[in-house]
């Protein structure tokens, strides 16, 4: 017989658990096939300087072990000091099957880039971070024609 978890009592919640964060220019859902897809996935973004503004994007993320009323943050922060850039907050319905998979397909807003460098989207809950993936800010070289 299965013991009984002792975190397993009334009111606590388990963070949720993803198998897809990802950042994409578009997302396009098909009805009659009930299939996501997924248009320019973003692992880098090329800037003629910075500060830059970039975006608009959408945010893509499967999870599952969601419960009804759990608050999902999504964020974008500079690797090297940790300085949030993006920040939205996103809440399963209250009828959330925790067995089941879910998916968040979410607008980004343009946003402000101010230095060059490896980003962090992530995704939390309770302030602990339980999916992330990087982004790269590059600047293009610019070469002299002769």
Do not use: W
């Not at 009592?9 to 198998?19: D, I, L, N, R």
């Amino acid at each position: 017989m299965a013991k009984r978890r002792k975190n397993a009592g009334k009111g606590h919640v388990e963070a949720p658990t993803s198998s897809c964060l990802l950042i994409c220019d578009d997302v396009l859902v098909s009805t009659g096939k009930n299939k996501h897809f997924l248009e320019g996935v973003i692992g880098a973004v090329g800037v003629a300087s910075v500060p830059a503004v970039v975006g608009p994007y959408v945010a893509y993320i499967r999870l599952s072990n969601v419960y009804g009323g759990q608050e999902i943050v999504l964020s974008i922060c500079n690797a090297t000091d940790d300085e949030e850039v993006f920040r939205v907050m996103a809440t399963s319905s209250e009828k959330s099957d925790p067995l089941e998979t879910h998916t968040i397909i979410l607008a980004i807003p343009p946003f402000e880039i101010r230095e060059t460098g490896r980003y962090i989207f992530s995704a939390s809950h309770g302030g602990v971070p339980f999916a992330q993936s990087m982004i790269t800010i590059v600047v293009p070289e610019q070469k002299e024609l002769s």
